[in-house]
């Protein structure tokens, strides 16, 4: 079975359905309301999880309704929950999202998230060393995150590394990482580069090897040399919320298939992810997946 360890956050999703998004110093009428989990390093741990990987997350919640929630959803998808911490002083962390045409708007307050420590990855050593890859996100300290990347490193277990939310990164640590994982808009901030610049030449310059989403347009990657087109797959949106998150847990499950099958792997699953309301809602069985990918073969 494929070992994944997954360094991130959890949070609680607010979620409002809108026909449109709300301006500023504007009040409209929402159509729903759900509260969900998710959090970028639960969603990905829980598309791994759905994947057929056995997962360990390290992470924090607090002692909140939430965190008993969350920590209860976890644990029913069979997370091994042993390096995430429970702070009785903290509150859990929350997205308040608005999902308006298939379309989202996310605020995160990290709360506990901003709590999960370089130490704590170093407890997480021993799993991290038996895992086939490591996941870790950027909705944590960003010292807890280069403490990752230089223990996945250190013990040559390949770290995927998506940065999201975007900050700027020092080359060096970019080239900790076996790929690193963002969008257009992600990858001119971790360059400090032009957004409008062609996502191409952008792939070329940076330091490491990449794969860069691009919605339904799929995405590209490059190991070396020139940069690699995986089309996406056509799909009705309800929500993508997770989408990205179950990218990226499907490429870290399928690395050892070779780059370009986890990629169109990765893109099928981000594609069903978004069928259902919610980040987690959508994220694909492995069966479903195979079925799925079955009926769409490569051309
Ligand atoms: O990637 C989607 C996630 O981003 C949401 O679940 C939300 O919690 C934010 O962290």
Redesign the pocket.
Known sequence: MTRIVVVG?I?M?LVTQATRFVGPGETILGQGFVTVA???G??QAVAAGRLGAEVALVGAIGGDVFGRQLHAGLEAEAIDLAHVHALCDASS???S?TVAGGENQ?I?VPAANARVTPAQVQQAHAAIRRADAVLVQM?IPLETVEATLRLGHRLGVPVILNP?PAQRLPAEWLKLARYVTPNQHELAILLGADASDDFRDLMQRAPCPLVLTRGEEGAWYRDQGEPVHQPGFKVDVVDS??A??TFNAALAVFLHEGLPAAVRKACAAAALSVGKLG??GGMPRLADLDAWLAAHPAS
């Open positions: 956050s949070n999703d998710g959090g970028k639960a969603n962390g929350t997205a999202i996310i995160v909705e999201a919320t997770g990205g998150d980040a987690q």
